[in-house]
Nanobody, 127 residues
């Protein structure tokens, strides 16, 4: 089965920027990187996992949670087989484990829309 691998998390100060990346390994024959819709979710300490951003198969459509709109940018490069989330003007409340998600046929803001999940990457923002 496919494996989603996140990278790019770490420690930051309020106002800093970070870029998270997500790759899909072990893709079955016939499935390209563009076969998957993709999204980012996050789980802050003591809270439920929440939607952050999504991007369509071609990258033509994106959607963001209100809490990150204008600060985070999701993008993908199907030729390079990678998807990224650029986080700018970070706030302490952005501290969370960030998860990459993907699906072949569905797309949306609910966790149930995605069959494939990464292990998560920690982002910690200090004030």
């Amino acid at each position: 089965q496919e494996q989603l691998i996140e990278s790019g998390g770490g420690l930051a100060q309020a106002g800093d920027s970070l870029t998270l990346s997500c790759d899909i390994s072990r893709r079955p024959s016939g499935r390209t990187f563009s076969s998957y819709s993709m999204a980012w979710f996050r789980r802050a300490p003591g809270k439920a996992r929440e939607f952050v951003a999504l991007i369509s198969w071609t990258g033509g459509s994106t959607q963001y949670a209100d809490s990150v709109k204008g600060r985070f940018t999701i993008s993908r490069d199907n030729a390079k087989k990678t998807m990224s989330l650029h986080l700018k003007n970070l706030k302490p409340e952005d501290t969370a484990v960030y998860y990459c998600a993907a699906d072949l046929v569905r797309i949306g803001t609910a966790e149930s829309e995605y069959d494939l999940w990464g292990q998560g990457t920690q982002v910690t923002v200090s004030s």
